[in-house]
């Protein structure tokens, strides 16, 4: 029997039926419709079996627009959709900030690049110093 993952191999590599263990993927980062950075990711693993990521939209779920994607070159078509607020909605006491990459729950917030990495900081800053000059004013 051909697991899908055989048929995933098959389909992107040809003859092979399985993936090569070390086998990574790039990625790039686009924020509105600017590539702002590139990673690699490996192979990932839900319920115990390797399948090539998916790339991600962040999708707010207040004005409906979509501000950010990762995209997976070898894998376009598969699409996981993130609701996120974007930078405009999010509010500093949300349990993940809107308008970032940063995710507590990926192991791919470690491959992220430290650009992108340091803006989002930033950004997560100027939330605390608006929250804190509300409650000094």
């Known amino acids: ?17 399985s993936v090569p263990k070390q086998m990574s993927f790039a990625v790039s980062f686009i924020e509105r419709s600017t590539i702002c950075g590139h990673t690699e990711w490996p192979l990932q693993n839900s319920h115990e079996q390797q399948h090539i990521p998916y790339s991600r939209a962040y999708f707010c ?13 070898d894998n376009p078509e598969a699409w996981h959709l993130i609701y996120r607020k974007c930078r405009r909605h999010t ?25 992108i990495l340091a803006e989002d900081f930033l950004f997560l800053m100027s939330l ?10």
């Not at 990459?101 to 491959?111: C, G, M, R, W």
């Open 128 to 137: 605390y110093d608006k929250l804190a000059d509300s409650y000094i004013s």
């Open 61 to 73: 779920d207040n004005c409906g627009d979509i501000w950010a994607r990762l995209l997976v070159h």
């Open 91 to 115: 509010h500093v006491l949300s349990s993940i900030a809107g308008g970032t990459f940063f995710d507590p729950q990926l192991q791919e917030n470690f491959d992220i690049p430290k650009h």
């Open 1 to 17: 029997m051909t697991t899908n993952m055989q048929v995933a191999a098959q389909a992107l590599y040809g003859s092979s039926t």
